[in-house]
């Protein structure tokens, strides 16, 4: 697990900032109310996504069906930035 959960800056991912991929997980900052919360997560197509936050004692799964659309993960994003991370945070 801690191989999975581990920081791998040397994969950079094209076009996004604070993105990274390691084994199976992606590595990325969500940035809210001015602090800045690191998660890794499992990306599947159509927006699903399941984010374990490292300093939190919090997991997120989302569920979608918008298979194959270009806007399935900025979607979740969106949601992720604007909606449920300031709720809790």
């Given amino acids: ?3 999975t959960f581990t920081n791998y800056r040397t994969v950079l991912i094209p ?3 604070d993105d990274f991929y390691g084994y199976l997980f992606w590595n990325k900052k969500y940035h809210v109310k001015g602090n ?4 890794y997560y499992c990306s599947g197509n159509g927006g699903n ?4 936050f490292k300093d939190q004692p919090l997991v997120i799964v989302i569920t979608a ?6 806007y399935a993960h900025p979607q979740v994003d969106k949601i992720m ?3 449920i991370l300031p709720a809790i945070f």
Avoid: H, L, N, W
């Avoid at 800045?36 to 998660?39: D, I, K, L, S, V």
């Fill in 1 to 3: 697990m801690r191989k």
């Fill in 15 to 17: 076009g996004m900032t």
């Fill in 36 to 39: 800045a919360y690191e998660t």
């Fill in 49 to 52: 996504k399941i984010f374990v």
């Fill in 65 to 70: 069906t918008a298979y194959g659309m270009p």
């Fill in 81 to 83: 930035t604007d909606y």
